[in-house]
């Protein structure tokens, strides 16, 4: 249960990250401050800061269920979520170390889940 619950805090917090990338794409750093900053208000970084909120949440709650080391392991699946959506969403770049690096996280994550 404890690793569902890793598991839904990284994808938040990864959800997080691709929300605020949209929130923020069409932003137009001209004109005044107070201009700037009234772009970053919308519906995508509001739901982003919601995400991040939600995953801390529930990190809280598995840090005092299981080891740091077991639980924070699972944050590198974040950074496989995020590439795999800046992909499918933004359409940016992926090579074939972008491909083996990320092979190479979630193999680390299963042996860690594992190891436990």
């Known amino acids: ?14 959800s997080a990250q691709i929300l605020l990338k949209y929130g923020v794409k069409n932003i137009s750093i001209t ?26 949440i529930i990190w809280l709650y598995v840090l005092t269920k299981v080891d740091v080391g077991y639980a924070y392991s699972f944050t590198s699946l974040g950074f496989v979520l995020v590439m795999l959506f ?14 083996i ?5 979630s193999f680390g994550i299963v042996l860690i889940a594992r190891g436990r």
């Open 101 to 105: 690096g990320t092979l190479l996280i």
């Open 1 to 14: 249960m404890v690793t569902i619950l890793i598991i839904i805090s990284v994808i938040l917090s990864a």
């Open 31 to 56: 004109g005044s401050v107070f201009h700037i900053l009234v772009q970053y208000i919308n519906v995508y970084v509001l739901l982003g800061i919601m995400s991040y909120i939600g995953s801390m």
């Open 86 to 99: 800046s992909i499918l969403l933004f359409g940016e770049n992926v090579n074939l170390l972008k491909i």
